[in-house]
């Protein structure tokens, strides 16, 4: 349900409580106002966390806004209180994201990445999975884990790949480079990198070419 269709059925239970003096309908209304402010606090979260991430490609040293974690975890409590799994799931990811990125704290960001993957699977949550993976194999990586970091980037690919993402899987494929060379394997990082290259290109992904083209000078 998008969040017009929200604010709309919680003014038709507002009617129907007016009107009818049905009380639960109140309690209803305000759980579905409840939804819409989780899915506001978590994209404004998100738009806090790509400007972050502009800065720094930019090769500026942004510091941390400090409304960012306290909108996650609004949205986590919010999503906990609803019942609702999937907002829970992409919560938790947003959260171990930010302590991840921003924080550079891998320890403290793995346990909400963790759950997070959890929550998605189980729920269904492609998108959110492939993300969790993918930052999973990220702390895998930077543990030395090489294994365990393919592995979870090679899954969070295929994941991906199902869902049409084409610019996330060529994101996917500079990790798994950087992971093949760290294995000594660099012709296969070299040929993972032009094949990203051609995904990259292909979308319009001007971005993750940047990166690939970085990638290439450190392989």
């Known amino acids: 349900m998008s969040a017009d269709d929200r604010i709309e059925r919680a003014r038709t239970l507002y009617e ?24 506001a606090a978590l994209a404004r979260g998100r738009i806090l966390h ?3 991430n502009l800065e720094r490609a930019a090769g500026r040293s942004p510091a941390e806004d400090p409304a960012e974690l306290p909108l996650f975890e ?40 963790e759950q997070s993957r959890h929550l998605s699977a189980q729920t269904g949550d492609k998108p959110t999975e492939s993300e969790a993976l993918r930052h999973l194999g990220i702390a895998a990586h930077t543990a030395g884990h090489l294994d365990e970091a393919r592995d979870h980037l090679e899954n969070s690919t295929r994941l991906r790949q199902e869902l049409g993402a084409m610019p996330g899987v060529a994101s996917n494929m500079i990790g798994l480079a950087y992971i093949a060379a760290a294995q000594n394997r660099r012709p296969d990082a070299l040929t993972t ?23 290439r000078t450190q392989i």
Request: net charge negative; with cysteine; hydrophobic share 40%.
């Open 74 to 113: 609004r949205a986590l409590e919010l999503y906990r209180e609803l019942g609702d799994l999937r907002g829970e799931a992409e919560a938790l990811f947003w959260i171990g994201c930010l302590h991840q990125v921003i924080r550079r704290d891998n320890e403290t960001a793995t346990p909400y990445l």
């Open 16 to 39: 129907q409580a007016v009107y009818n003096g049905d009380t639960d309908a109140l309690t209803e209304a305000e759980q579905t106002l409840d939804a819409v402010d989780a899915d």
């Open 50 to 52: 790509t400007r972050f």
């Open 193 to 215: 990198l032009a094949e990203a290259h051609t995904i990259a290109q292909a979308h319009g992904a001007h971005a993750i070419v940047r990166h690939i083209e970085q990638a």
